[in-house]
Nanobody
Framework: QVRLVESGGGSVQAGGSLRLSCAAS????????LGWFRQSPGKEREGVAA????????HYGDSVKGRFTISQDSAKTMVYLQMNNLRPEDTAKYFC?????????????????????WGLGTQVTVSQ
């Protein structure tokens, strides 16, 4: 089972930036898909971004395209979410998730039920 630990959340004013990090350990799959989801009170969990092993496939939710960037380190143990031009509607708890590679190959990545492993989340709050 993968252990995922998020960090980097915090409070920022609208227009500001934050970078979230996710440390993935004990991942046994030879190929994987790692992603970020977010959830605010009373709303469903929303797919934010996903990236495949090697970074050749990446996806973004419509609401964050052009503002957020997902990336990984060369050792493939860290996944980052660079969030620029943040808006109050980006306020949510952000979760890192992991699953086998196939999920990254289609729009299935948007379905949270497809993902196997989850971190505990990190809170992002954007004020006006």
């Amino acid at each position: 089972q993968v252990r995922l630990v998020e960090s980097g959340g915090g409070s920022v004013q609208a227009g500001g930036s934050l970078r979230l990090s996710c440390a993935a350990s004990a991942y046994s799959a030879s190929r994987w898909c790692l992603g970020w989801f977010r959830q605010s009170p009373g709303k469903e969990r929303e797919g934010v971004a996903a990236i495949s092993e090697g970074g050749n496939i990446s996806h973004y939710g419509d609401s964050v395209k052009g503002r957020f960037t997902i990336s990984q380190d060369s050792a493939k143990t860290m996944v980052y979410l660079q969030m620029n031009n943040l808006r109050p509607e980006d306020t949510a708890k952000y979760f890192c998730a992991a699953v086998g590679a196939l999920v990254c190959w289609s729009s299935d990545w948007l379905d949270e039920r497809r993902w196997n492993d989850w971190g505990l989340g990190t809170q992002v709050t954007v004020s006006q």
